[in-house]
């Protein structure tokens, strides 16, 4: 592994070659160009020496996406710093513990974030930025505000003769050094950082520009819909298509399905990546009202013309995802199968992939010509994957993969770290799934508990039963997923509702009540929508867990 290429070398190559070029747009906002981008990683490099940031350092990010949280990422790692990528639905509870447990020194916020956080929980970052102009919301450093205020003084002498192509030394990072911790959770009782070195995210980018880059246009356009703080939109949305010479478009609002689907037609990229919900709802809301007409049933089951309808249905799907994009990748999840089985009937490009935060994140993927129905692709290259099982084409085991893309293990979390990488190097995901002879990987279904939120955003059940079944009258719980909905099944705590001579009304109101104190704890997409009371008590493992595959 070392002998691959320094990762930041990519940034590099890509700013120099395409330095006239529209880089990142933040939709129906401003434009920068590549030039524009390495200017501001230079203003930015400025403020970091000037607060005494060394290599290796923490830096960390959270706000929408945008181009700037783009400039901000990349700075850090041009750097030679360790960038913390948070999700901005994150609560400032869930900010302070992150920023607070990985160490971070600086701090990069958006106007949406900003008001949710308080620099006094925070006591060892000495710079808050604004994302959107790179102000000092707060500085506990006169160098660096001194830095700030002086800041086109100091770019303008450290470069008299302008800006250069030439002028661009950035760190050479080396494949296993440290680059990323990314967060799979908020809460510190639940914390895991995956740190992330140099190779993996080497290891995406080669992957992506090989097998998919190789399909697209020069100058491509990709709409970054996905939240970058998470490792499926930063890798397949923003490092790849960066790092390619592409044209990025930031969406910076919230995804809601009408939304996507203006900017789909306004961007029109050249390839479509989503979670299965953003799929299935344009499908059911857009496509699906136009083409379940009587017309279209009576048509389709004539064979003389049932191909030129389905080409048509086709064509009317691909408007949809804006006209021009090779293939439409979803993951995070299984695509409905109905929705599935619909786009494969059609000939639409659809495909699957699958990964983790700890690979950074795929582990399988196909292009659509050889995607499989129900499956999430085959190995991608540097990674080896197995299935433990006697029989893998029929038996389901465990998912364990090793190669390029593996973590380095969790921050501060040596126990955690040797409970998913064994001791020949084998990552176990925690997914069940069967293989192939070919190499088609099929999930059955999750070791783990995690739950996949509306845009990607990973939601861990525990976290929130933790705060739950504290709360009155609940004895246990189980939060469960219906549809894009979150559900607590709640056992009560009989013998205290007997005591207090509460009837079933008064347990309903009670439940409610909890409901609604919990979600002013928790962030937007992992609030619960209903809950459901569980009269017999869970079901459990001889460890006294529940069973939470019977109450899927």
């Known amino acids: 592994m070392n002998d691959i290429p320094s990762f930041n070398s990519y940034i590099e190559n890509t700013i120099k070659n395409n330095w006239l070029l529209d880089a990142l747009t933040d939709y129906k906002g401003t434009t920068l160009q590549y030039h524009d981008v390495a200017r501001k990683i230079e203003k930015l490099h400025i403020m970091m020496e000037a607060a005494g940031i060394q290599k290796g350092d923490k830096i960390a990010v959270c706000g929408r996406n945008s181009a700037h949280w783009a400039v901000a990422f990349m700075a850090t790692i041009t750097y030679g710093a360790v960038v913390v990528p948070i999700l901005h639905e994150f609560n400032g509870e869930q900010i302070h513990n992150i920023v607070n447990h990985s160490g971070s020194r600086l701090l990069f916020v958006g106007d949406y974030v900003v008001n949710t956080i308080t620099a006094d929980e925070m006591p060892d970052v000495e710079g808050i930025f604004n994302l959107p102009d790179f102000s000092l919301f707060c500085s506990r450093n006169d160098q660096l505000t001194y830095a700030r205020e002086h800041l086109n003084e100091l770019f303008g002498h450290k470069f008299p003769n302008a800006y250069r192509k030439e002028d661009i030394h950035w760190h050479v990072d080396t494949a296993d050094e440290l680059a990323m911790i990314n967060y799979t959770s908020g809460t510190t009782g639940f914390s895991k950082g995956v740190m992330l070195p140099y190779r993996a995210l080497w290891g995406n980018v080669d992957f992506c520009q090989r097998h998919l880059g190789s399909h697209m246009p020069k100058f491509s356009k990709t709409l970054s819909i996905l939240p970058m703080a998470h490792m499926y939109g930063m890798a397949i949305e923003f490092l790849f298509p960066f790092c390619s010479g592409y044209h990025l478009f930031f969406l910076t609002r919230l995804p809601s399905p009408a939304v996507i689907a203006e900017a789909f037609k306004e961007v029109c990229p050249d390839v479509v990546v989503a979670v299965p919900l953003i799929i299935e709802k344009i499908i059911r809301k857009r496509v699906f009202p136009k083409i379940q007409s009587n017309a279209y049933k009576i048509l389709l089951q004539m064979p003389v013309v049932s191909k030129k309808v389905k080409a048509r249905i086709c064509q009317e799907v691909y408007a949809a995802f804006g006209g021009r994009a090779y293939e439409v990748i979803v993951g995070g999840a299984p695509l409905n199968q109905e929705i599935e089985a619909f786009l494969k009937s059609i000939d639409f490009p659809i495909t699957v992939g699958y990964g983790t935060t700890e690979c950074a994140p795929l582990i399988s993927f196909s292009d659509y010509h050889d995607f499989e129905p129900s499956s999430c692709g085959t190995p991608v290259d540097n990674m080896e994957v197995k299935i433990l099982s006697s029989d893998p084409e029929n ?55 995690m739950l996949l939120g509306a845009n990607g955003q990973n939601v861990y059940p525990e976290e929130i039963e933790d705060k739950l079944n504290s709360m009155a009258l609940v004895s246990e719980s189980l939060i469960v997923q219906r549809g894009d909905k979150l559900v607590a099944l709640v056992h009560p705590d009989h013998d205290e509702l007997k005591s207090m001579g509460l009837g079933e009304e008064d347990l309903l109101n009670v439940m409610e009540q909890n409901r609604q104190e919990l979600n002013a704890q928790l962030p937007v997409y992992s609030k619960l929508q209903a809950f459901e009371i569980q009269e017999e008590e869970f079901i459990k493992t001889p460890k006294k867990s529940i069973k939470r595959y019977l109450y899927k």
């Open 395 to 449: 038996i389901e085991g465990e998912i364990v993969t090793r190669g390029m893309h593996v973590m380095l293990g969790y921050y501060k979390n040596e126990k955690a770290t040797k409970e998913a990488i064994d001791s020949d190097g084998w990552y176990h995901t925690g997914d069940l799934a069967t293989m192939s002879a070919d190499g088609h990987i099929f999930i059955r279904g999750r070791l783990k508990n």
